[in-house]
């Protein structure tokens, strides 16, 4: 027989982060002992693959063919992850075997993971190569399971079940055991790949209908989240436990307007890219990193994994206990705050990923967390206290714009039913809108975003808030970036008031939003 006539190549992409390069799967039939040999992927997940594309290919009544078979994943250099090539391999198979017509597979692209009974399953990672696909103009076969993440692509994607309906769909030969098809993949909680897929998390489900109405109090607090979402402001609150540090915190995307539909998809992407089923609405992501986080967890890593300041991207990063983060993990959030972006470093190269995500940071005022208490349950040293706060000073703290210090609440004081007179998330929502479409069509940024420069040109103030202002600065000994924040801040609050210049009570809200800088009593 000509060797030549049992060669086929199908296509598919490998994950690499948010990119997923084309790799082409050439499958062999030739002569000699039986075998199958499988090059460029890792030994381990070789074997899993060769198991399952065998198991699944007999199963579903497939002959197996008795021969040489030699499959090649190329480019070699690329990470690649077993799972889904299960089914380009099985076509491969076949169209080698001439079970499909191998012209067929030039402008398709396959994707998925088989089950030992020919059943597609969910397959993690596949937007990139989804976006990756459509653009190139393939026809992308894939999954059924993975239908969430094919509804956000416009494109030729045909979902299927199992391996016979690729078949049929490729105009081969149906299995000769129709009967025996197996049944879509029951959740398997022990085995599936699929299964660590982490579904929508609690917090993110508390933010999904947490309302700002249902928090009691805390005005001042309120108002400042208003304004850190009005300008796109980085905030730090400062107050003992059960000030509703957290519930303030988690209220903040339901006060930011909701994701565009481009920005929708990049957030989608960075949650697939992480191996996350991609979560729907449109609402922004709130990321709530515990401190015990490792630095992987944190900015990325492993297999080209973007970490939670990617997977908060265009969305909130919650940081409690900010103190307690390790020196590294706090250096590594200057650097996507400048620039929102966060480069994760491999063994030979380099990965960026998006992380343009509003930080809300959180912390006590003191170690045991009651400095300040009226019924003097706080017994820190003067000298404690100024170690731990120190622990979060200098160039990180100078990039937060707002900083507020709340006081304790008993918990039941600070939820309520939602009175009538409540404001709700939707109507500061409103006016949050408002002002980030001034800024918009004014500067095409928001205020957080202003350059020194820039602050010159559109944050000038008048006379009488400029008198303020320089007492301010004498007063609290405000360093020139403090300044900037500090005008930035109020042009926002001018913005929230529809004001076209900054004035006065704009200035004066703005410095009492330094509680950092204020002297202490
Ligand atoms: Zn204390």
Sequence with gaps: MDARKNLSTVFSRAPAGLEAPLVRVEVHLGTGLPAFGLVGLPEAVVRESRERVRAALVTAGYEFPQRRITVNLSPADLPKEGGRFDLPIAVGILAADHKINARLLKQREFYGELSLGGALRETRKL???????????????????????????????????????????????????????????????DQSAASDFETIGALKAIADIADIAEIRGQYAAKRALEIAAAGDHGLLMIGPPGAGKTLLAQRLPGLLPPLSEQEFLEVASLESAAGRRPSIGGRRPFRS????????????????????????????????????????????????????????????????????????????PCPCGYAGDVRGRCHCT??????????????????????????????????????????????????????????????????????????????????????????????????????????????????????????????????????????KC
């Design 127 to 189: 937007l990139p190569a989804l976006i990756a696909g459509a653009k190139r103009g393939s026809e992308i076969i894939l999954p059924a399971a993975n239908s969430l993440e094919a509804s956000l692509v416009s494109g030729k994607l045909r979902l299927m079940n199992n391996l016979d309906e690729v078949v049929a769909a490729l105009g081969g030969r149906a299995a000769p055991r129709p009967a025996a098809l197996a049944p879509l993949p029951a959740p398997d909680p």
């Design 382 to 519: 003067a000298e404690q206290i100024a170690r731990y706060r120190s622990r979060i000073s200098g160039p990180l703290v100078d990039r937060i714009d707002i900083h507020i210090e709340l006081s304790a609440l008993p918990v039941q004081d600070l939820m309520t039913d939602a009175p009538q007179s409540a404001e709700t998330s939707a109507t500061v929502a409103q006016r949050v809108a408002a002002a980030r479409e001034l800024q918009l069509q004014r500067q095409g940024k928001l205020n957080s975003r202003l350059t020194p420069v820039e602050v010159a040109r559109i944050c000038a103030v008048a006379r009488e808030p400029r008198a303020l202002l320089a007492t301010a600065i004498a007063r609290l000994g405000l360093s020139a970036r403090a300044y900037h924040r500090v005008l930035k801040v109020a042009r926002t609050c001018a913005d929230l008031g529809g004001a076209p210049e900054i004035r006065t009570l704009d200035v004066a809200e703005a410095v009492k939003l330094r509680a950092l800088d204020q002297p």
């Design 289 to 364: 990193p515990q401190h015990t986080a490792s630095m992987a967890a944190l900015i990325g890593g492993g297999a080209m994994r973007p970490g939670e300041l990617s997977l908060a991207h265009l969305g909130v990063l919650f940081l409690d206990e900010f103190p307690e983060f390790p020196r590294n993990a706090l250096e590594a959030l200057r650097e996507p705050m400048e620039s929102g972006m966060v480069s994760v470093a491999r063994l030979k190269q380099t990965c960026e990923f998006p992380a343009r995500f509003q930080l809300v940071a959180a912390m006590n």
